[in-house]
Every structure is written in C-alpha cells, then in structure tokens.
C-alpha cells in the first residue's frame, strides 16, 4: 500500500493558478498509476486527470483539459497538479490517489490508495 498526503490548496481568484502537491510513501511508488479527483460539496467524486507509471501518456477530463497538468517525480515519490486559467467551479476538495492499473483511469474504484484531500476554492 501506498500512503498519500496532498498540499498546495487554497483560496485564488477566478484566472489565477495554483499547483498541488502530492507525496507517497510507502511502496515503490513508480509501480502506481496515480491520479486527481475533486469532491465538490453535494456532488459525486469527479475523475480529474491521471498520469501512467512512467510519466509518458497523460489523460484529462474534458472539463480541465487545456488548462491543467499532471506530473509526477518518481525520484522523488511526489505527483503534482498544475491548475491554471482556475474557474469558481473548480472549487472543490482535491483528493490524489494510486492505482495498480491499468484500468478505468477515471473510475474512482480502480484506485487502492486516497489521500485525505486539500481544499482548492476559487472566487469569482
């Protein structure tokens, strides 16, 4: 099992950016596909983005696609979130989580490992 914690989040204007973080531990953490999910309140959690072992293929859904990007650091056992062009209804908790794989990419039961989210709000 893989053990996530995620930062970065907090309060932006509409346009702006912002980039999140996320550390695992754990095992090898380059056998894990990883991923982004948003909960926003009253709502199902929302497949974001997801990034393959390597880093090589990336996959977003079409609601954030253009405007943000996945990464990961194998060296360093941390995958980011770059948010930019952010819009209000990008306010959401932001959860990074790990998946064996392949699968569903943007099911939320393909993924074994959730962190405990980082609040992500954007005013208007």
Do not use: H
Not at 19 to 32: E, V, W
Not at 82 to 105: H, R, W
Request: glycine fraction near 12%.
């Amino acid at each position: 099992q893989v053990y996530l914690v995620e930062s970065g989040g907090g309060l932006v204007q509409a346009g702006g950016s912002l980039r999140l973080s996320c550390a695992a531990s754990g095992r090898a953490f380059s056998s894990y596909v990883m991923g982004w999910f948003r909960q926003a309140p009253g709502k199902e959690r929302e497949w974001v983005a997801t990034i393959n072992w390597t880093g090589s293929r990336t996959y977003y859904a079409d609601s954030v696609k253009g405007r943000f990007t996945i990464s990961r650091d194998n060296a360093k056992n941390m995958v980011f979130l770059q948010m930019n062009s952010l819009k209000p209804e990008d306010t959401a908790v932001y959860f990074c989580a790990a998946s064996i794989g392949p699968g569903s990419v943007w099911l939320p039961g393909e993924y074994d490992s959730w962190g405990q989210g980082t609040q992500v709000t954007v005013s208007s």
